[in-house]
């Protein structure tokens, strides 16, 4: 039987499943997302592969989890971007630049290779509610600046942040896009 290396049975399993996540995600950094399987985490973690069936039913569930690993991190960097923020604009402006710089610097190359998986129908709801967790910080900011569909604005700061996003991946400057952003959406917001 495997030595535990935490102190109860509980910490050892979250454990050993961030060190299977952590296993696909450089996997999937290094070869892409074809090349996860079950096999190669196995290898990677040091582990046998029943060892990866008793956290993960299959690969596409490990991709899944992984997904949502990626996104609750992403949450994570955007919700302590506007922690210090005492009023909607700089909210929104926080928020922003949070995500395009997460862009900018390419964090985001592991949510973008995982994009083009296709993920079980079981974890389905989990990713939902995560990409929601993306855009919580902006619904009380949205509220205050006196926007009335909520679901319209955050759809339009996804659009504009979507929009910007690949005006970085194709080399534009990315402070200069930061910028222009955060004027459009906090200009557009007001309008609505």
Same mark, same amino acid.
């Given at each position: &039987?495997?030595?535990?290396? =935490?102190?109860?049975?509980?910490?050892?399993?979250?454990?050993?499943?961030?060190?299977?996540?952590?296993?696909?995600?450089?996997? $999937?950094?290094?070869?892409?997302?074809? /090349?996860?399987?079950?096999?190669?985490? $196995?290898?990677?973690?040091?582990?046998?592969?029943?060892?990866?069936? *008793?956290?993960? *039913?299959?690969?596409?569930?490990?991709?899944?989890?992984?997904?949502?690993?990626?996104?609750?991190?992403?949450?994570?960097?955007?919700?302590? /971007?506007?922690?210090?923020?005492?009023?909607?604009?700089?909210?929104?402006?926080?928020? &922003?630049?949070?995500?395009?710089?997460?862009?900018?610097?390419?964090? #985001?190359?592991? $949510?973008? !290779?995982?994009? $083009? !998986?296709?993920?079980?129908?079981?974890?389905?709801?989990?990713?939902? &509610?995560? #990409?929601?967790?993306?855009?919580?910080?902006?619904?009380?900011?949205?509220?205050?600046?006196?926007?009335?569909?909520?679901?319209?604005?955050?759809?339009?700061?996804?659009?504009? =942040?979507?929009?910007?996003?690949?005006?970085?991946?194709?080399?534009?400057?990315?402070?200069?896009?930061?910028?222009?952003?955060?004027?459009?959406?906090?200009?557009?917001?007001?309008?609505?």
């Amino acid at each position: &039987m495997p030595r535990i290396k =935490t102190q109860t049975l509980a910490q050892h399993r979250d454990w050993r499943r961030n060190q299977l996540i952590e296993a696909a995600a450089s996997i $999937a950094m290094e070869s892409g997302t074809e /090349a996860i399987s079950v096999a190669a985490v $196995a290898a990677r973690a040091g582990l046998s592969r029943t060892s990866v069936y *008793e956290y993960f *039913e299959s690969r596409s569930e490990l991709v899944a989890d992984l997904v949502i690993d990626e996104l609750e991190g992403f949450a994570g960097v955007l919700n302590s /971007a506007v922690e210090e923020c005492t009023d909607a604009q700089c909210v929104i402006s926080c928020w &922003m630049t949070a995500a395009l710089s997460y862009i900018a610097d390419g964090r #985001h190359l592991l $949510a973008k !290779t995982l994009n $083009a !998986t296709s993920l079980p129908q079981s974890r389905g709801h989990l990713i939902a &509610m995560a #990409h929601r967790k993306l855009m919580s910080a902006l619904v009380k900011a949205v509220n205050e600046i006196g926007v009335t569909d909520v679901d319209r604005a955050l759809a339009f700061i996804q659009a504009i =942040t979507d929009a910007s996003t690949k005006r970085i991946e194709s080399g534009n400057d990315a402070q200069t896009e930061i910028s222009s952003a955060i004027a459009f959406c906090i200009y557009g917001l007001k309008v609505i």
